[in-house]
């Protein structure tokens, strides 16, 4: 399973609520055309992201695809057909965005996460070391871990979703702890 993950913010004078209403209507429509490979989708509200160039709310979309086969079908669909106007719209009130690719390495994709723990493997340990210590915690946890794909993206290798905080072991560190926020509550369940 593939993610292709997008952070976006809306334009200074551009009404929250609006932008979010929009967005929302964007994301079903979408889900109501799923082109062949896509999964769905899920938005996020989150604050202080640090590799974005905005001090306010964020957001960031989740496009659960087959394959990177997927990702071509859904770029075409996103900005096309019934989805170009609700696309369009909310694209006009952005002020920036920057997007990755995933892939789910360990896990559950779960439908409510509430942490997004972003990390880095340490230095001087080897992936499957790195993946041996993190894969019963993930497990015990019901979380998910997944590896950014070809360095597409401005985060750290790797996210950690859960519901609730996640331990780390001692000497590891996590770049970048947030805090999501479901938006708009009638998306397809991935």
């Not at 989708?41 to 202080?48: D, I, K, T």
């Not at 871990?145 to 609730?164: K, N």
């Not at 905080?165 to 708009?184: D, F, K, M, R, Y």
């Amino acid at each position: 399973m593939l993610a292709y993950v997008f952070w976006h913010w809306p334009q200074p004078g551009v009404d929250t609520e609006t932008y979010v209403d929009h967005l929302v209507s964007f994301h079903r429509i979408l889900n109501e055309n799923k082109p062949v490979g896509f999964h769905g989708s899920r938005v996020f509200r989150m604050h202080g992201v640090s590799w974005l160039d905005t001090t306010g709310d964020a957001y960031e979309d989740w496009y659960l695809l087959d394959d990177s086969a997927a990702l071509d079908r859904i770029n075409e669909a996103a900005v096309s057909g019934v989805c170009e106007a609700p696309h369009n719209l909310v694209a006009r009130e952005a002020a920036g965005g920057t997007a990755g690719l995933y892939r789910l390495k360990t896990g559950d994709i779960l439908t409510e996460p509430r942490f997004a723990l972003w990390l880095s493997k340490p230095d001087g340990v080897s992936y499957a070391d790195f993946y041996s210590t993190l894969e019963p915690i993930i497990n015990e946890a019901h979380a998910a871990l997944w590896q950014r794909q070809m360095t597409l993206g401005p985060t750290s290798e790797f996210l950690v979703h859960s519901a609730g905080e996640i331990q780390l072991p001692e000497a590891w560190t996590a770049s970048q702890v947030l805090t999501l926020q479901s938006v708009g509550s009638d998306q397809s369940q991935p």
